[in-house]
């Protein structure tokens, strides 16, 4: 990662938090059952050359009365399916989505099936030149606070089209499902 980046980044995260852009406290605020955010204040790797942070192992996940794995752990899992959402070919897609709807629950699994299903109907009816590439530029847990993964994105459109690069800020939302981290929530903060 570019360090003199980060800090760049890390303030348009919290200026974005501060300018009250509809976020939601999953903490003071959570729905029942459902929600609660990373305890960790870290950063996250960087993942540029095609590698990817590791997944959580099956080592790592607790057994009934064990204590719950490191909070690294649920920041493994955001980067990985973060990797999985920004990183798409047209041909590809369909089955991107497939994958990060296996990393999710509730209605993000199902928002994310649902639009497996759509792309699937659109991509037999036509071809397209679509892909999106990126890099996870970092991640920002802190105790009690959404977390916030910024992203570096490149939109391809078609051959006569140059392709776009932009920044882009997400929030993500985890919670303990079937003993590994899932995300229940992934919203874009900026387009």
């Known amino acids: 990662m570019r360090t003199r980046s980060l800090p760049a980044l890390v303030a348009l995260t919290l200026a974005v938090g501060a300018a009250g852009c509809g976020i939601r406290d999953p903490v003071n605020d959570p729905e029942p059952g459902e929600r609660a955010a990373v ?3 870290t950063v996250g790797a960087d993942t540029r050359g095609g590698g990817q942070a590791a997944a959580p192992s ?4 607790p057994t009934p009365g064990a204590t719950a794995p490191a909070p690294a752990d649920a920041e493994a899992v955001v980067r990985r399916f973060a990797d999985t959402f920004i990183n798409w070919e047209w041909e590809t897609m369909v089955q991107s989505r497939r994958d990060a709807a296996a990393m999710a629950v509730g209605s993000l699994r199902d928002e994310l099936l649902g639009h497996a299903a759509e792309l699937q109907a659109e991509y037999e009816r036509r071809p397209s030149e679509q892909a999106n590439s990126g890099t996870v530029e970092g991640i920002v847990a802190e105790p009690g606070k959404p977390i916030y993964v910024i ?18 800020v997400y929030i993500a939302t985890v919670v303990r499902s079937g003993g590994t981290w899932k995300l229940s929530e992934w919203r874009a903060v900026t387009s």
């Open 39 to 41: 305890p960790t204040s």
């Open 58 to 61: 099956a080592a790592a996940s």
């Open 151 to 168: 992203t570096h994105e490149r939109a391809s459109y078609a051959d006569s089209v140059p392709p776009q690069e932009l920044y882009s």
